[in-house]
T-cell receptor
Framework: SQTIHQWPATLVQPVGSPLSLECTVE??????LYWYRQAAGRGLQLLFY??????ISSEVPQNLSASRPQDRQFILSSKKLLLSDSGFYLC????????????FGNGTRLTVT | SQKIEQNSEALNIQEGKTATLTCNYT??????LQWYRQDPGRGPVFLLL?????KEKRKERLKVTFDTTLKQSLFHITASQPADSATYLC????????????FGKGTMLLVSP
């Protein structure tokens, strides 16, 4: 069966520090991969998605970047964190081009101080 | 601009009753709609998907309706249980090919014994 791993679960980082969040999927090949952010009182905001290795689409301009170095690995990065980067970051995967469900990881709670 | 609206106020109901949650959208012509459940501190979990040409979809105690004229989806939980307490999110996709999902902010459901 397919599983998604996301780490760390919680993270406290000072303003201006770098960030690297990692997500890996097991049990499937060529998944679509996504990074979402959920800020307090707000909905899920799509940050990046990828339909294949090296293919990254950005949904919103921001202080973050994403990379997909391997088929089932998706990384969210920042060179210098801002206070506004605080939030709940969720990685997800889906299959194919049709209306398939998203399968989410358990998220990383990031607090920028 | 495109909007997805879910009731921001929590829905409080008694165990055994039917819970009905609403998802309204404007300036969309979605090809399909999905409902997810999210528990505190966890990633959303997929529940049901309904296509634009479907009026109703059922799964055990869950029922979803999709009215493209009213631009509304209703999500019903019959014989509700305290374990159904969670936040429920609706999400839309604009076409039946590859398309990203846009999420509403969700409605919290509280089922009391």
């Amino acid at each position: 069966s397919q599983t998604i791993h996301q780490w760390p679960a919680t993270l406290v980082q000072p303003v201006g520090s770098p960030l690297s969040l990692e997500c890996t999927v097991e049990g499937t090949s060529n998944p679509n991969l996504y990074w979402y952010r959920q800020a307090a009182g707000r909905g899920l905001q799509l940050l990046f998605y990828s339909v294949g290795i090296g293919q990254i689409s950005s949904e919103v301009p921001q202080n973050l970047s994403a990379s997909r170095p391997q088929d089932r690995q998706f990384i969210l990065s920042s060179k210098k964190l801002l206070l506004s980067d605080s939030g709940f970051y969720l990685c997800a995967w889906s299959l194919g081009q049709g209306p398939s469900p998203l399968h989410f990881g358990n998220g990383t709670r990031l607090t920028v101080t | 601009s495109q909007k997805i609206e879910q009731n921001s106020e929590a829905l409080n109901i008694q165990e055994g009753k039917t819970a009905t949650l609403t998802c309204n959208y404007t300036n969309y012509s979605p090809a399909y709609l999905q409902w997810y459940r999210q528990d505190p501190g966890r990633g959303p979990v997929f529940l049901l998907l309904i296509r634009e040409n479907e009026k109703e979809k059922r799964k055990e105690r869950l029922k979803v309706t999709f009215d493209t004229t009213l631009k509304q989806s209703l999500f019903h939980i019959t014989a509700s249980q305290p374990a159904d307490s969670a936040t429920y999110l609706c999400a839309l996709s604009l076409n039946s090919g590859y398309s990203t999902l846009t999420f509403g902010k969700g409605t919290m459901l509280l089922v009391s014994p």
